[in-house]
Every structure is written in C-alpha cells, then in structure tokens.
C-alpha cells in the first residue's frame, strides 16, 4: 500500500498562484504514476493531470494545459501541481492518486488504487 497526503491548498485571488504537494508513504514511489483529480461542489470528481513514474510522460486536463504543471521528485516521494493563473472555476477539493502498472491516460477515478485526503483550493474573483 500507499499512504498520500496533500498539502499547499488555501484561499487565493483569480490570477493568483499555487503549488500542491503530494507526500507519499509505504510501497516504493516509482511503483506508482501519479494523478490529480479535482472535485467542486455538486460535481464528480474530474482529472487534472498525471506523471508518470519517472516522470517522463505527463497528460493534462484541457481545461488547466498551459496554466497548470505536475512535477515529481523520487527522492522526496513527492508529486506536485503548480498551478499558475488560478481562476474561479478551479475552486475544489484537490486529490492526488496513485496507480500502480496502468498505462495511456488513465483519467477516471476508478482507474486509481489510492487516493488521498484533499486539499482545499479556493479561487476568489
């Protein structure tokens, strides 16, 4: 198994900038892409962006291509999302996930083994 826990949330103006992290714990952090996924109110959850395990590859939701970055760093364990240019519709509870041996794009949920417990991003206007 996999322990992650997100940090970096908070409250920001439109335009603004955050940096996400994502620590992980237990198995071997390479074993593993990585995945952001976003959920706002009243909504599903939705992919943001991936990596893969030794960053060579990423994938991006088009909604966040050229605003937002996701980065990993093996020897912290540590997966990141920059996100720069921050607007109203990217308030959400922000998830990281792992996958374990999955290949392509793998942008649904259920295509995740573990998850996180969120982190809150709030974009004023």
């Known amino acids: 198994q996999v322990q992650l826990v997100e940090s970096g949330g908070g409250l920001v103006q439109a335009g603004a900038s955050l940096r996400l992290s994502c620590a992980a714990s237990?198995?071997?952090?390479?074993?593993?892409?990585m995945g952001w996924f976003r959920q706002a109110p009243g909504k599903e959850r939705e992919f943001v962006a991936r990596?893969?395990?030794?960053?060579?590859?990423?994938y991006y939701t088009d909604s966040v291509k050229g605003r937002f970055t996701i980065s990993r760093d093996n020897r912290k364990n540590t997966v990141y999302l920059q996100m720069n240019s921050l607007k109203p519709e990217d308030t959400a509870v922000y998830y990281c996930?792992?996958?374990?041996?999955?290949?392509?794009?793998?942008?649904?949920?259920?295509?995740?083994?573990?998850w996180g417990q969120g982190t809150q991003v709030t974009v004023s206007s």
């Open positions: 237990g198995r071997t952090f390479t074993r593993y892409s």
């Open positions: 990596i893969s395990e030794y960053g060579g590859s990423t």
């Open positions: 996930a792992a996958d374990e041996g999955g290949t392509g794009r793998r942008t649904l949920p259920g295509e995740y083994e573990y």
